[in-house]
């Protein structure tokens, strides 16, 4: 009987994303699954997760709770998305918990592992795409176009490189990337050179273990993103907007991708990371038009690390602009974990940004509502266009800036800005609250106050004990908007045993 839909549905997590069990364990030893305290461990003992120690993990399906993950970001749940998938009429779910697959399922759920590089988990994807097309549509014929991908932040990657993979463009029909780093993230290469961020403090002790993770190295910015402080021109010409990125400095600073930036534990990762994405370009300059639609949807307006420099002896990232040349993207910032930028693929440099920009940040864009009607616009009846039709590319949003971690006993700034709204805000009321997301720690509210000069709301929060906080920002009364919330997960943690 052929299967009650048109197409195989595949969800691909960001990093963080899917549970991870020892093979050959019964039941499985969980080393990372959902909990709200897994971050605490893996910070203090990075060597539960070491692909050297321990070369090979089991995907046992997608994290299904909200929860913080502080070597990346904080990973939202992916039931949520998953559920309103099932929604679609005729679908079944195989949500990859099971040893065994459902192959008459038509949305799947694809665990892997996280810590190696796309390419692996691409390839371990093929195996599991083509068992499934051939098993629902078993003549050769009706298999041409079947397949469309979801795929949030680092699963945008692997995304791409399976349909760079002989034969899946025509497998491919479309696919759907949420937050992915295509351009990679200076955060990644935040992490790698000086650790994992709490507040004002690092810690140091993950960063030998996630140096040995391909998949962090693939994250990296993969353009000339670090200002040379050094002398003026050591900028590397590469095409388009990595040729402007190098060139339109006002400073007379060249720009350097990481695989030029001469210290010895970053440049064999950065030459094997431009490797895979070297890869997956060629194939995408080479495919032919009719090959599968891509569909970037790209967060704006937060608070995200942008601009690099090294000085010779030490890398530095922080949150302002460094690289030049980004024309209509240079005010969009990110969503908090990867700059707006970066959102797009090499391909669409050209593309204009209408459509493609979403008020979210880098977590909660899974739960964009656009999804749905966006799998149907496939499927035998209509999509409802309402999504595509946005009389306003930049409709007014409230954008946040914070630290996604912290340390129990100092204090947690945070910015809000109103964006896309002209109007005086001084008189607009704009609340924080930091409420604990189990019994334990208190709730705590604050009202930011207004900068005129920055036009933003600014505030602090006092965190006194560890655990995982659910901040929301609301404001209040904001004209031509009225009430405007945004939220993120936070993670307090113990300054005890962390360097």
């Known amino acids: 009987m052929p299967p009650a839909r048109d197409h195989l549905v595949v969800v691909l997590p960001g990093i963080g994303g899917s549970m991870l069990a020892v093979p050959g364990t019964d039941p499985p030893e969980l080393v990372w699954a959902a909990g ?123 995304a791409r490189y399976w349909a760079a993979l002989p034969g899946n463009d025509q497998l491919c029909r479309a696919m759907l990337t949420l937050g992915t780093p295509h351009r990679g993230a200076p955060k990644a290469l935040d992490i790698l050179a000086n650790g994992v961020a709490v507040g004002p403090s690092r810690i140091r002790r993950p960063r030998e273990v996630l140096r040995g993770w391909p998949s962090v190295a693939e994250l990296m910015p993969r353009y000339p993103a670090i200002a040379d402080l050094r002398q003026p021109s050591h900028g590397s010409p590469h095409r388009s907007l990595e040729r402007r990125a190098s060139a339109a400095n006002g400073r007379g600073r060249g720009f350097l991708r990481p ?14 990371a431009a490797k895979v994405h070297q890869a997956i370009d060629a194939c995408w300059n080479d495919m032919p038009r009719t090959g599968p639609q891509v569909t970037p949807r790209i967060g704006y307006g937060h608070g995200t690390l942008r601009g690099c420099s090294w000085d010779g002896e030490k890398v530095r990232v922080g949150r302002a602009v460094g690289t030049a040349g980004l024309g209509a993207w240079a005010d969009d910032l990110g969503d908090g974990t990867v700059p707006a930028i970066s959102g797009l693929p090499v391909e669409m440099e050209r593309h204009s940004p209408q459509d493609l920009r979403v008020a ?25 266009l309402q999504y595509y039709r946005k009389p306003d590319e930049r409709p007014v949003a409230l954008c946040l800036e914070l630290d996604e971690l912290a340390l129990a006993g100092r204090a947690l700034s945070v910015a809000a800005t ?33 900068d005129g000069s920055g036009r933003a709301f600014h505030g602090e929060l006092a965190t006194a004990l560890p655990g995982v906080y659910r901040l929301q920002v609301d404001a209040r009364e904001v004209p031509q908007a009225g009430w405007l919330r945004a939220a993120e997960v936070v993670e307090v943690l113990d300054n005890v045993d962390l360097d």
Do not use: C
């Open 418 to 450: 109103v964006r896309g709204v002209d109007a005086d805000l001084s008189s607009t009321a704009m609340w924080v609250t930091l409420r604990p997301e189990a019994k334990q720690g208190s709730s705590a509210d604050v009202r930011l106050a207004w």
């Open 259 to 272: 695989d030029e930036v001469p210290m010895d534990w970053l440049e064999p990762l950065a030459r094997g």
């Open 36 to 158: 709200l305290r897994d971050i605490g461990d893996v910070l203090r003992h990075p060597e539960r997760l070491s692909v050297e120690e321990r070369p090979e993990l089991r995907p046992l399906g997608l994290i299904r709770s909200r929860k913080a993950f502080g070597v990346w970001t904080a990973v939202r749940g992916y039931e949520g998305l998953l559920g309103r998938l099932m929604a679609l009429d005729g679908a079944v779910l195989d949500d990859g918990s099971r040893p065994v697959p459902n192959l008459d399922a038509t949305v799947v759920a694809f665990g892997y592992d996280f810590r190696r590089s796309v390419a692996d988990a691409a390839r371990r994807l093929d195996d599991e795409i083509r068992q499934r097309v051939r098993h629902l549509w078993p003549q050769d014929p009706l298999q041409a176009a079947r397949v469309l991908l979801v795929a949030h932040s680092m699963g945008g990657l692997v």
């Open 360 to 384: 979210f940040r880098h977590g909660a864009i899974v739960d964009l509502d656009e999804v749905v009607p966006w799998v149907e616009s496939f499927e035998r009846r209509p999509a409802d």
